[in-house]
């Protein structure tokens, strides 16, 4: 029981990691993916857009089904009494359309239109009515009429405005005729291979010229998540790398439990031997039993794995703007948690089975000596232990430094190996060290302090199973909280304003200052009232930037706003330099404005749709005569409380920006939306790593369970004896207590400060390449993880306690 229940959560645990990874590429497949979910390949623009010659071409190629080339443009349409602009796309064709109808039907016609649901009750836009949707581009207004309503897209590229879905004639009516795709989408006829196909595709003039590439959906996520972390694909590494901990931490723990049983029956084996049991005969006999216990264990461990990753997916796509979560069970999950169950029991089984015939039946019978510095065992254990740290460390805080998964991964799990072989030499002193606070127990107090020491080597075991559960749950929470702020940080440099509003600017293209500004600060503090909002700043155009023969508004912040609107914290505006968007070049910027010029340092910032901008203090020679106290931006901050905020928030907030102002609602842009977006995203991936966590508390306290009990009987008659000498049963059920505290407490506050640092250093080198790491520590959670494991120390010694204090002195004393 106590093996199999071991084997049962280690398999659980691997196979639940695996459906991680199976099921994150699912979820980012329905939510970056969504727009070609239903495709075999796609075809995507490197640069310019596709057009409709490169369309006919592929819909020629032998082996090509239904083919849909996707063309999607900005349209603006009045509700409320405000402007609203979308995003208008054509319609696929059937078994190529990715929008989902919650109500109504798709268009029809070219004057019917569906609009995503979430727009449309936040505009009291029903089905049956008229909308008249007017080109960005020009005159071009079309009355349609209301068919459907759309499931909202969980695309992060799509959501930050209203989805709206037509038919192409509609579409290029609005688009003036011009046909401009971002994308051609495919399916491949019954029998055609997607590979062949691709290469097919690939070698076609018309795509050869115009520099696009043929990816299958998959390849496109992955590329789409790669491109998003630097140009590298972070995900599967991480994952892989919570596969690879699992696989470790789930053979530590059966390792230990098995061990300690083989170990306990060491005596009965070789009386087998001695009455006539060949050496391979009792060998076989523990593999056999192994085996059986292991793929028994291992059915149970997938099944526990797959219902608990159902249920964990099933409440995360319950969950508001979270339907993408999807569940995916891959076949490896299955067959790689039976193999590593049933491997991993024989593998832990046969080293104690071999160590237990490896000597005579009659020196077997005799208690063998612990690993301890007098001997050559734990001479041995020193010395690995202390070269899997020597080489361990270093690699380690190698991989962490330069962001180098494999090498940081390899390095913490030597180092700590190096450990669990150094913990016979040192976990038994630092228990009996701690164990001085036990002494006003009296008696029982100071006898579970010296067992500690008189078998350091049951001590360490029974501290081992603890100590790994521990470290990985720490690592994981250390890891998860380290990695989110990396993932916030790198956001707050992609997007540092959450909303702007910006006056149109006209005569920039003459080199003309601008008309006086209309922004005022009345109309400022109006924002600021509204709720959601944390700050608002006006920002004044105070000269104009040349960039590539156009002339650009630069605009001036003051620098104590800067610290409050801009959410990149690392960002401070400093005196004359400029602030340029991503993909500027990093060269002296000279600013004209009124009369006066100014040459300053270009600092090209990671920020996407980002206007230049100097500080106010910079500004002040061009805005030499000029009136302040208005402006022509305004900057909205949503503060630190927008990670509570969903999407449906933000663009209410949006909204009464735009009627605050008076202003269309399209005038209010920003990255709010899309980064709360991602933030969901990053949401539900973390929500499933944590859940992680779970499993392997349970382990460890199945692992305590498991070797506290077996420790306890091992000391049958150790404790009749002190029954026969005086000790009162409370005495010893306080005494054993008191060691299960010890033990646990040592191992716990070990575990938990090995696992913050594994944590840190792990988040560093799986996301130091493309952020900085810094340790984040969940202090609460950490106290919570040590006050169970106490707690759990405490409990697991309730049973044998119970059981050894209700042992009569006499009947302990006769058992063999």
């Known amino acids: ?91 696929a064709p059937e078994g190529l359309e990715s929008a989902v109808l919650t109500e109504g039907t798709y268009p029809g016609s070219p004057s019917d239109i569906a609009i995503d649901a979430t727009t449309a009750q936040r505009l009291g836009i029903k089905t049956g009515d008229t909308m008249a949707l007017r080109a960005m581009d020009g005159p071009t207004t079309v009355s349609l009429r ?138 076989n006999s523990v593999l056999a039993e192994a085996l059986v216990v292991g793929f028994a264990a291992s059915v149970l461990g997938v099944l526990a794995g797959t219902g608990l990753m159902a249920g964990l997916v099933s409440w995360a796509a319950a969950q508001p703007d979270r339907q993408f979560a999807t569940l995916a069970v891959p076949p490896s999950a299955i067959i790689v948690g039976l193999l590593a169950g049933v491997l991993l029991t024989v593998a832990a089984a046969y080293v104690p089975a071999r160590a237990a015939t490896a000597v005579a039946p009659l020196a077997a019978l005799r208690p063998a000596d612990d690993a301890s510095l007098a001997n050559t065992k734990g001479k041995l254990r020193l010395v690995l232990g202390l070269v899997a740290l020597v080489v361990g460390v270093p690699l380690l805080v190698i991989g962490a430094v330069q962001g180098q998964l494999v090498i940081g991964f390899g390095g913490g799990l030597l180092s700590f190996l190096g450990v669990l072989m150094c913990s016979t030499l040192f976990i038994p002193r630092l228990v009996s060290l701690v164990g001085k606070l036990a002494a006003p127990a009296g008696v029982p107090g100071r006898l579970a302090a010296l067992n500690s020491v008189r078998n350091p080597g049951r001590t360490s075991v029974t501290a081992a199973a603890l100590l790994i559960g521990v470290t990985l749950v720490t690592l994981m929470m250390t890891g998860a909280a380290s990695s989110r702020t990396a993932f916030d940080q790198m956001l707050a440099k992609n997007y540092p304003v959450d909303l702007a509003v910006s006056l149109p600017t006209t005569a920039a293209s003459e080199g003309a200052e601008p008309a006086a500004p209309a922004l005022t600060v009345a109309q400022r503090d109006v924002v600021r009232a509204i709720s959601g909002v944390s700050e608002a700043e006006l920002l004044p155009i105070v000269g104009r930037l040349d960039v590539d023969g156009a002339s650009t508004p630069v605009y001036a912040i003051p620098a104590a706003s800067a610290a409050t609107l801009l959410r990149d914290q690392s960002l401070a505006v400093e005196p004359g330099k400029i602030y340029l968007p991503e993909d500027s070049a990093a060269r002296p910027a000279t600013v004209k404005g009124g009369t006066a010029t100014l040459d300053l340092d270009a600092v090209v910032l990671e920020a996407r749709g980002l206007p230049p901008f100097i500080s106010m203090e910079t500004a002040q020679p061009l805005l030499a005569g000029t009136a302040t106290g208005a402006g022509d931006a305004l900057w909205i901050s949503l503060g630190e409380s ?36 991602f933030n969901e995203i990053i949401d539900v991936l973390l929500l499933v790593v944590t859940a992680l966590l779970a499993v392997a508390v349970v382990i460890a306290l199945i692992g305590v369970a498991n070797t506290l009990s077996l420790s306890v009987l091992e000391r049958t008659r150790e ?50 390449s493309v952020a900085t790491v810094a340790p984040s520590i969940p202090w609460l959670q950490l106290l919570a993880v040590l006050g169970v494991a106490v707690v759990a120390g405490l409990l697991a010694s309730v049973v044998p306690a119970r059981r050894a204090a209700r042992l009569s002195p006499v009947e302990g004393l006769a058992t063999a």
């Open 146 to 283: 209301v068919t459907g309503l759309l499931r909202p897209s969980a695309d992060p590229f799509s959501a930050a405005l209203p989805q709206l879905l037509a038919l192409s004639p509609t579409v290029g009516t609005l688009a003036a005729g011009e046909t401009t795709l971002d994308s051609i989408q495919l399916t491949a006829l019954p029998g055609t291979n997607a590979d062949q196909l691709k290469e097919s595709l690939t070698s076609i003039a018309a795509i050869g010229q115009s520099g696009a590439t043929v990816r299958t959906a998959d390849e496109q996520v992955t590329y789409q998540v790669a491109s998003m972390t630097g140009g590298q694909d972070q995900l599967t590494g991480i994952l892989l790398a919570f596969a690879a901990v699992a696989l470790v931490v789930s053979g530590l723990v059966v390792s230990n439990t098995f061990a300690v049983l083989v170990a306990q029956r060491t005596r009965e084996l070789a009386l087998l031997r001695c009455l006539g049991a060949a050496r391979n005969q009792v060998r």
């Open 642 to 677: 927008d990670k509570k905020l969903s999407g449906d928030d933000v663009r209410e907030i949006q909204s009464s920006v735009a009627q605050a102002l008076g202003m269309p609602e399209s005038a209010v842009n920003g990255a709010a939306l899309e980064r709360v977006t």
């Open 1 to 91: 029981m106590a093996v199999g229940l071991a084997v049962m959560l280690a398999v659980a645990f691997l196979s639940t990691t695996l459906m991680v990874n199976a099921s994150t590429s699912a979820s980012l497949g329905a939510s970056l993916g969504e727009a070609y979910k239903n495709a075999d390949l796609v075809v995507v623009p490197n640069g310019d857009d596709l057009d409709q010659s490169v369309l006919d071409a592929v819909a020629g190629t032998a082996g090509v089904g239904s083919t849909y080339g996707s063309q999607r443009i900005p349209a603006a349409f009045t509700a409320k009494g405000e402007e609203v602009v979308g995003l208008v796309r054509n319609l």
């Open 719 to 768: 404790n009749s004896l002190l029954r026969a000498l005086g000790l009162t049963r409370g005495q010893l059920r306080t005494m054993l207590a008191l060691e299960a505290v010890l033990v646990a407490g040592v191992a716990a506050l070990i575990g938990a400060a090995l696992g913050s640092m594994y944590g840190w250093l792990g988040a560093m080198s799986a996301l130091g």
